[in-house]
C-alpha cells in the first residue's frame, strides 16, 4: 500500500445522501388504477383541475408489469389532505372525474423531494418513478480523481495543514488558493483576527501580500509544498484559535493595543482572498482605470437589461481583451489575460470555513472546495450547513473533503482534529 492509498477525497454533495427510498420524507397522494386507452386524456385533465406544484419531480402515471406480461396503470388524482379522512377531501373537479370514469381511489405515498444523485433516484423509482436530472455544472472529480490528480491534492492539503501550525503549537485555519490548470499557488494565508504585528497601511499591505504570494508560488513543487524553512520564514504569530470553529473568540481575548491588531473577519478564505486580489493588482497595475470605466458603462447597461449575469460576462470579456496589452500598448509576453476574481481556482482548507467565509468564496468564483477537518460549531459544507446545495446561489462550487490518515499528522494536528 502506498501513501496515496492512505488519503480519501470524498466528495461531499449538495444534499445528504441516503441509502433507500424509506428513508426519505415522503407525502401522502391519492391514486387510482386507470386502463392505458384513457390514460393521455385522464393526465391532460388532472394536470389541468390538480396540479402537483410542489411535486414536479413526481410522474404523473406509474407503470408497472404485472403476471402475465399485462400493463397496470396507476395515476395520481390529487394531494391527500393531512387533516380527517383523505378520501373525503377530493376536490369536487377530481370527484366529477372520478365518477365519470368510474375510478376508485387509494392513497400511497411519494418522495417528497427530488433526488440528488442517480443511485437516490432509482431508490426512489422503486416506491413510485420521478425524474432525475443531474446537474448541469461539469466539475472535475465529483465522478472521482485520477492518480495524477489524487497526488495533486493530497499534496496541496499537506501543505494547508502545515500551514495551520504556527509558531507556537497550536493551531489556526490555512488557506491555500492553487490555479489547477498549471498546479501551482496563488496564495497562502492563515488567520489573523488576532495578529500580533503593527497594522500597515493600504499599499503596504497589498504589496507584502503579494510578495508572499509570489514567493509561495515561485518556491511551491508541482504538488504545492513549500520547504519548512520558507514557511518559518513567512509565518506569523497569530491567534491560538481557529477563527471558522470559533467566530466570537477573538472578542473574548485582552490585548495590548501598542503591539497587536484586532479584526473579527480576518479568517484564513478572507485574508487569502484580499491576498490574491492583491496579486492580481501588482500583476495588472493598469487595469484600476481600465474597470472603474468598464464599470460605468456596465452599469448603465444593466439598468436597462436588469441582467447581472450579462453584466459580468461583459466587464470579464474586456478585461480579457485588454490584458493582452500593457501600458505602452506592446503585446504581453509572460500573461494571457487577467483573471475575473478566482474563476477556476480552488482553495485548500485545513478546517471547514463557516457561513461568512463559504459565501465570500461564492463570490469570488472558486470551482472548487477542499478542507481536512470538520466543524462541529459552524461548519457551512455539511456539518451544521450546507451552503453549496443552496439553489438561490448564482455559482455553485463543488465542495471534497479529504480525510487524513493519523499518521500523517503530527503530535498537535491529531490533538486539535
Not at 497589498?206 to 508560488?217: D, L, M
Not at 450547513?385 to 462550487?397: F, K, P, V
Request: negative net charge.
Amino acid at each position: 500500500m502506498t501513501e496515496l492509498d492512505e488519503w480519501e477525497i470524498m466528495h461531499i454533495p449538495d444534499k445528504p445522501p441516503r441509502d433507500s427510498a424509506d428513508q426519505q420524507p415522503t407525502v401522502d397522494v391519492i391514486a387510482s388504477f386507470i386502463h392505458p386507452k384513457v390514460a393521455n386524456t385522464l393526465v391532460r385533465r388532472l394536470n389541468q383541475i390538480a396540479q402537483l406544484e410542489n411535486l414536479r419531480h413526481v410522474k404523473r402515471v406509474h407503470k408497472k408489469f404485472i403476471q402475465g406480461g399485462t400493463i397496470q396503470l396507476s395515476v395520481i388524482l390529487c394531494l391527500a389532505s393531512e387533516t380527517g379522512n383523505p378520501l373525503d377531501s377530493i376536490p369536487c373537479d377530481v370527484q366529477e372525474l372520478m365518477n365519470s370514469y368510474q375510478l376508485c381511489p387509494f392513497i400511497t405515498k411519494v418522495c417528497k423531494y427530488a433526488a440528488s444523485s442517480k443511485e437516490e433516484w432509482e431508490e426512489q423509482c422503486k416506491h413510485w418513478p420521478t425524474s432525475f436530472h443531474p446537474p448541469t455544472y461539469n466539475i472535475g472529480g465529483i465522478t472521482g480523481f485520477g492518480e495524477e490528480d489524487s497526488q495533486s491534492v493530497v499534496g496541496f492539503m499537506k501543505y494547508a495543514i502545515q500551514l495551520a501550525k504556527s509558531d507556537h503549537n497550536t493551531v489556526v485555519n490555512a488557506a491555500v488558493i492553487v490555479d489547477p490548470s498549471v498546479k501551482q499557488v496563488i496564495t497562502t494565508a492563515c488567520d489573523q483576527t488576532f495578529s500580533w504585528y503593527t497594522p500597515v497601511n493600504k499599499t503596504t499591505l497589498e504589496t507584502n501580500c503579494f510578495k508572499k504570494s509570489e514567493a509561495s508560488v515561485s518556491q511551491s513543487q508541482s504538488a504545492g509544498v513549500l520547504s519548512s524553512e520558507t514557511l518559518h520564514s513567512s509565518s506569523l504569530p497569530l491567534y491560538t484559535g481557529v477563527c471558522c470553529l470559533y467566530p466570537w473568540r477573538w472578542a473574548e481575548q485582552e490585548s495590548d493595543t501598542s503591539s497587536c491588531s484586532l479584526h473579527p473577519l480576518r479568517h484564513a478564505a478572507i485574508v487569502a482572498i484580499e491576498s490574491s486580489a492583491a496579486r492580481d493588482i501588482h500583476l495588472f497595475p493598469s487595469f484600476g482605470k481600465i474597470d472603474d470605466t468598464h464599470s460605468e458603462i456596465d452599469s448603465t447597461h444593466s439598468s436597462s437589461t436588469g441582467s447581472p449575469a450579462k453584466r459580468q460576462k461583459t466587464q470579464s470579456t474586456k478585461v480579457y481583451d485588454e490584458a493582452h496589452m500593457d501600458t505602452n500598448g506592446n503585446a504581453s509576453i509572460s500573461l494571457s489575460g487577467r483573471p475575473y476574481l478566482c474563476t477556476g481556482f480552488d482553495i485548500y482548507l485545513a478546517w471547514e470555513p463557516c457561513i461568512m467565509c463559504a459565501m465570500a468564496l461564492v463570490h469570488q468564483r472558486i470551482r472548487r472546495i477542499f478542507f481536512a477537518f470538520p466543524n462541529p460549531n459552524a461548519g457551512a459544507f455539511g456539518t451544521v450547513h450546507r451552503l453549496q446545495g443552496e439553489r438561490s446561489l448564482n455559482h455553485h462550487y463543488a465542495v471534497f473533503r479529504v480525510l487524513v490518515p493519523e499518521e500523517a499528522l503530527s503530535r498537535d494536528e491529531a490533538a486539535a482534529a
